[in-house]
């Protein structure tokens, strides 16, 4: 891991505008899906991206992208502004950052082999030229796939072996950022972790960069260097992976903690102490005002109805200036407070 | 919502639409949706992703059942939501002394919620028991498989310890045990029994209340090997 900034991502935003009947009137609304987040990715590092569904995880992947447009920030890869770029332009950082896909089953075209399907982003960019057969088979290789099995078509595999097929497609192009969304969700568990190490494998030789989405807490805990915890469009908490699990600061990163059931509780491992909290995530269309998870958190006073907490270090001013370098821990509460005891100790054996 | 949990209500007894209703109401209300009054008169559209669980429960409790089968209640959930709703069902078991069947890929939930666990692969079960006991200590190559390859059991970074394979299409079962394909501890079986015979249910040697379907001679003994070795 190198400590060249690879993403810089700025006061991002996507907000869809749509019109919406209200009694005889028709009122222009917005659904603030991405409302304002920063963040950074070096090179080789692995950056975590967990929450509810409607927290704008995907949409932040699919504006990182630019599979979809800011309304709002700014997005740099190398330095360069990317933000607005128009599709022309867009070819060399498709080069650059691919995307891996939750669904191996609609994420694949049906109808074409699975040698048609590595071989197009080959053609695109112009690689391997008079080779791509090869380079096709190699690709295959890597991931684990009977090489020979090029002319068959996704149905003839299982779903982890399309998934591999998803994973070889971004790798074709010789990425330096993959945004892995959901990856292994859609899978079996005895075949997730297959999928998961042949992620670090390949992180690994090839000197991957990730954002890797998901709402498995275990899997990003297994697999990311850094996580950001996002709530309703914003990023509530945000630092290396040791202090959001070990010590969250954020009430809403503690309850999503919390929440998730523990395997260890069958190996006698005391139950930790359960927060739980009341309704559903309320809709992006209209917020709440001020704090976003004040309606949901049991701290919540009336300084939380009416200031936005902005995202800061809890213990001080100093690294709250460092975050853009990385390396610190910042959350957005009012009241932050640390919690140790949310996850269990897992004894290892062996 | 109310007509369809009313419905359900009039099918097994003879009451009016008004006391129905009344039912459906006084349900709702207990799995905890605010407002029942009103939100009986609501569609499901209308409803979250956990208040329409929550409705579905009540549905499912309105006739007082002795068996409640929970078919992966909370996998479509956000985790606080499904906490949420795993609470729910547990204090609604004690409240109506159902039993429930919970059917679950989700290993976690099942040591959260069951009393006892069937752990089931191709069509069959290969390992029962008291739910914390095989999940402390499994029995069976596919339980142990299952849970070894959970990324909470490993280091940090470490590889996950993956079983090798995938399942087996159930047109074409392999023969003898049909986790043999997959199974690391079959060169330990003398002879080629994992190939030929599908093993019957049996004691596991050295535990007491638990069964498998392995032909491991000692199971227990053999996994607790594999353990340290890793």
Known sequence: MSDKTLLKVTDLQRHFPFREVQGLKMVKATVKAVD????????????????????????????????????GGTVEFEGRDITHLKEHELREIRRNVQMIFQDPYSSLNPRQTVGAILTTPLRVHGLHKGKEKARVQELLALVGLNPEHINRYPSEFSGGQRQRIGIARALAV?????IADEPVSALDVSIQAQVMNLLAKLRNELDLAFIFVAHDLGVVRHFCDQVAVMYLGKIVEYGDKKKIYEAPEHPYTQALLSAAPDINVARGIAPKERIRLVGDVPSPIDPPSGCRFRTRCWKAQDICAQQEPPLVSATSEESTRTFREGGVHLQACHFPEVKTDLVAEVEHSA | MGGQIAEAYRAHNKVSKQVAMKRAVEMLDLVGIPNPQRRANSYPHEFSGGMRQRAMIALGLVNNPKLLIADEPTTALDVTVQAQILDLVNDLQKEFGSAVILITHDLAVVAETADDILVMYAGRGVEKGSAKEV???????????????????????????AIKGTPPSLLNLPSGCSFHPRCEFKTQVEGDACWTVLPEWRPTPGLSNREIRCHLTDPVATLQHDEGVR
């Open chain 1, 36 to 71: 304002g987040i920063s963040f950074t990715v070096k090179e080789g590092q692995t950056l975590g991206l967990v929450g509810e569904s409607g927290c704008g995880k995907s949409t932040t992947s699919r504006l990182v992208t630019r599979l979809d447009e800011p309304t």
């Open chain 2, 135 to 161: 999940l402390a200590q499994p029995s069976h190559p596919y339980t142990y498989g299952l849970l070894q390859s959970l990324p909470s059991h490993s280091e940090d970074l470490e590889e996950l310890k």
């Open chain 1, 174 to 178: 010789e990425p330096k950022l993959i």
